[in-house]
């Protein structure tokens, strides 16, 4: 059977240790414990480790008790922070279905108040545990498959629901009825449409990813996806195309359908983000969300395109940059380029586009007019001009120089005029394809909690 190693994760004081005894009784599987396993492997307990050693020797004992977990071993529940390593969570990921066991921090208070555990921090353990659900909550978020919250129910309801979870899928059972009918339809859904989607995924224990957008069925996304999913052995996961003109169909049964988590593309980046629940504040500032993480019965939205512009820039900073165009992707560049320390103006063949942006960041403004960009340290091409069938180029070549750096979004094809132009030119040359690998690896993380090298991303492109 593929995925069919139960993985708990959480703070401490979450129950892991109990709820996976238990539910290896129940299910009659090999359980191991991390820190038991540590405890045993070493003779000394976990506070005596951290006070006599400290966190960091804790952490690399930790990191080869996971990297060592038998393969026979079904049931694996780790200590609160074994999340924070990259490679911990590769592990931990392959062939799993992982589950975040919750609760509210109060009740984590209490628990941990009781018990003989270590002090994490010199701060007052309501902070400790304030400020580190602020780092951990979001691995917790990315990485796992299922959410369950123990402090408002007991431990065997617990057992029974993952053990529930892990046969049938049963989230995605139980949450789809409850889905559709307490949520306040848009009037274009319609509902039969709905569950006929719905009834389209066969193995609800799958959990799914998508690119939604219109026209989208030409991305080479899922490939991509699909492949970092066999290599990182997550044979629960599947990545697909969501063509459509209108995104409340999916958006709405999102849930239902066990979507774990969605690119967002054209014309789709900004219509989304009323229908998030929470928005990174970078997203919030551009104005267009391209990700969206579906976790805890609410939608959370990123921007990743701005880091995809971000990425490739490591190096180089300050200096005046111009933006060519006043969309939403000249909207992340824009942002981008004034994190790197860039003096930026906009650039847009309807001047007025590029005032209202350039009002929004507090940056400059002009018409593209006749495309002289010869006094810019940077030009960034975020219009459509010179994207496949179209050959033209968004500025006039002759004010290309050497020494320039040319960033052109358009990635159809790889070498654009413009990129040939500011070849000749002698320009330093940063292609679209470049930014949307570093798009991707960035999403691939937030929706998944692993760590992906823009090397792997342009490898399985090539
Ligand atoms: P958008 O919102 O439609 O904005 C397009 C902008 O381009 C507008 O400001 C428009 O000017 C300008 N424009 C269109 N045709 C033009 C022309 N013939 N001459 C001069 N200006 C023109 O599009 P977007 O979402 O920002 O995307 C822009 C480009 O970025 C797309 O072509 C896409 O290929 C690229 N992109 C690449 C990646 C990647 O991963 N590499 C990611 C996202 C986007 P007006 O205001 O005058 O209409």
């Known amino acids: 059977m593929s995925s069919n190693r139960i993985v708990l994760i959480g703070y401490r004081g979450t129950g892991k240790t109990t709820i996976g005894k238990r539910l290896a009784e129940l299910l009659d599987l090999l359980f191991c414990d991390t820190d038991q396993e540590i405890k045993k492997t070493l003779g000394v307990s976990i506070p005596d480790l951290f006070a006599g050693y400290g966190e960091e020797a804790f952490r690399e004992i930790e990191h080869d008790t996971i990297a060592a977990i038998p393969p026979n071993v079904s049931i694996v ?3 609160g922070g074994a999340v924070l390593d990259p490679e911990n969570r590769e592990f931990l990921r392959r062939k799993s279905t992982i589950f975040w066991l919750m609760a509210d921090p109060e009740t984590i208070f209490e628990r941990i108040e009781k018990s003989d555990r270590p002090a994490l921090s010199s701060l007052p353990l309501h ?46 059972m139980k949450t789809r009825e409850d889905w559709i009918f307490s949520h306040p339809l848009p009037a274009s859904c319609n509902p039969d449409a709905m569950r006929n989607l719905i009834t389209t995924i066969d193995n609800p224990r799958v959990r799914i990813f998508g690119i939604l957008g219109y026209p989208c069925g030409h991305s080479r996304s899922p490939q991509v996806w699909n492949r970092l999913f066999s290599h990182f052995g997550m044979d629960n996961a599947l990545y697909t195309w969501f063509e459509q003109k209108n995104p409340d169909l999916i958006l ?55 880091l995809g512009i971000y990425r490739p820039l490591e190096g180089y900073t300050g200096g005046s940059a111009c933006v060519i165009g006043a969309g939403g992707a000249a909207s992340a560049a824009v942002y981008a380029l004034m994190m790197r320390g860039y003096e930026v103006t906009i650039l847009n063949r309807t001047e007025k586009k590029a005032e209202d942006l350039a009002r929004r960041f507090g940056c400059s403004f002009g018409p593209l007019g006749d495309g002289d960009v010869s006094s810019y340290d940077l030009v960034l091409n975020a219009t459509p001009v010179g994207m496949h069938p179209d050959t033209g180029i968004p500025v006039d070549p002759a004010t290309l120089h050497q020494g320039m750096i040319l960033f052109d979004l358009v990635y159809t094809p790889e070498r654009t005029p413009f990129i040939i132009a500011g070849e000749k030119a002698g320009c330093i040359i940063i292609p679209g394809t470049e930014m949307f690998i570093s798009q991707l690896a960035e999403q691939f993380t937030i929706l998944t909690g692993l760590r992906v090298s823009t090397d792997q991303v342009r490898e399985i492109l090539a």
């Not at 979001?138 to 129910?153: F, N």
């Open 77 to 79: 529940s780790t200590g």
């Open 252 to 306: 709405h049964t999102a849930y239902a359908m066990g979507i774990k988590g969605l690119s967002v593309t054209i014309p789709h980046k900004e219509t989304v983000i009323p229908f998030c629940d929470e928005i990174k504040h970078d997203a919030r500032t551009i104005g267009a969300v391209n990700t969206i993480l579906f976790s805890e019965g609410r939608s959370f939205g990123f921007n990743t395109d701005w």
């Open 127 to 172: 902070s400790e545990i304030e400020k580190m659900l602020c780092v951990r909550t979001p691995i917790y978020r990315s990485l796992a498959d299922y959410t369950i919250k123990t402090d408002t129910k007991s431990i065997d309801a617990c057992v029974r629901e993952i053990a529930f979870l892990y046969a049938s899928g049963g989230e995605v």
